[in-house]
C-alpha cells in the first residue's frame, strides 16, 4: 500500500518550504493543500490543536508538526536516498545545534525589519540580522554546504529564508551579498538543485506579499 502523504501550508512560508525541499530530495509524491491563515480549516485544527500552524504533515493519517521535526521525519522514515542528517552522533548533534540557531535567530530577527514601524527597532534588527548572518556564513567556512559536500539538514533549515532575502534588503535597504557573500554563494548552489530551485516562492512573490500584509498593518 502507498504511503499517503499531505501537506499542509502557505505558499510564502519559508517553514512550509522546508518540508516541501525535503519531500523533493526524497522524491517523494504528495497532496499539498493551501492554508487561508486567516481563515484556518476544520483539518488544520484538528490536527495541529496546540499551535493551529502550518506546515503539519499527514502521513497516513497522522499528523507531524513543526518544519525541522517534520524534516527530521521525512529523513527517517524514507532513508533509501538523499539523507540530511549525518551518520555520525555527534555531527547529527552539531547539524541540530545550528538547525535550532536558525529557528531561534532568523525569523524573529528578521520580523523586525519587514514588519517595524520604529527606525531605531528596524536598524537594530538590520544590524542583529547581519550579525546573524555572518555567523552562519563562518559556520559554513569554504565547504560547498553546510553538510560539508553534502547538502544536508542545516541547509534546508536556512536555504528557504533566502527567497526572503530581496524583502529584508528592500525594507532593511541594505545588500547581503555585500556583507555575506559566501552566503549568497551558497544560496546559488542551492539553487541549482531541482529539490530546492522547485520548492521556493519567487523572491518578488514574496515582496508583494509582504507589501500587502504592511498596507493590512497599517505600516505603510
Given at each position: 500500500m502507498a504511503d499517503e502523504i499531505v501537506l499542509l501550508s502557505t505558499w510564502p512560508s519559508m517553514f512550509?518550504?522546508?518540508?516541501?525541499?525535503?519531500?523533493?530530495?526524497?522524491?517523494l509524491e504528495y497532496e499539498y493543500r493551501e492554508e487561508d491563515l486567516w481563515n484556518k480549516s476544520p483539518l488544520l485544527l484538528k490536527m495541529n490543536p496546540v499551535h493551529k500552524k502550518i506546515p503539519v504533515l499527514i502521513h497516513n493519517g497522522k499528523p507531524i508538526c513543526e518544519?525541522?521535526?517534520?524534516?527530521?521525519?521525512?529523513?527517517?522514515?524514507?532513508?533509501?536516498?538523499?539523507?540530511?542528517?549525518?551518520t555520525d552522533?555527534?555531527?547529527?548533534?552539531?547539524?541540530r545545534?545550528?538547525?535550532?540557531y536558525v529557528d531561534k535567530k532568523l525569523y524573529d530577527i528578521g520580523k523586525k525589519i519587514i514588519w517595524s514601524t520604529k527606525g531605531e527597532e528596524q536598524?537594530?534588527?538590520?544590524?542583529?540580522?547581519?550579525?546573524?548572518?555572518k555567523l552562519l556564513e563562518r559556520?559554513?567556512?569554504d565547504n560547498p554546504y553546510?553538510?560539508?559536500e553534502n547538502f544536508g539538514f542545516v541547509d534546508v533549515s536556512l536555504v528557504t529564508f533566502s527567497c526572503w532575502f530581496h524583502t529584508y534588503e528592500s525594507y532593511g535597504n541594505f545588500s547581503i551579498e555585500t556583507e555575506c557573500p559566501k552566503l549568497i554563494a551558497w544560496t546559488k548552489r542551492c539553487l541549482e538543485k531541482e529539490s530546492v530551485s522547485s520548492s521556493l516562492?519567487?523572491?518578488?512573490?514574496?515582496?508583494d506579499f509582504a507589501s500587502g500584509m504592511r498596507k493590512r498593518f497599517g505600516i505603510e
Open positions: 512550509s518550504m522546508r518540508v516541501r525541499v525535503a519531500l523533493a530530495e526524497k522524491g518544519s525541522m521535526i517534520i524534516v527530521e521525519y521525512i529523513d527517517e522514515v524514507w532513508n533509501h536516498k538523499s539523507p540530511l542528517l549525518p552522533p555527534y555531527q547529527r548533534a552539531e547539524a545545534f545550528w538547525a535550532d536598524e537594530t534588527g538590520k544590524k542583529e540580522f547581519i550579525e546573524c548572518l559556520e559554513l567556512g553546510f553538510g560539508g516562492a519567487d523572491p518578488h512573490k514574496i515582496h
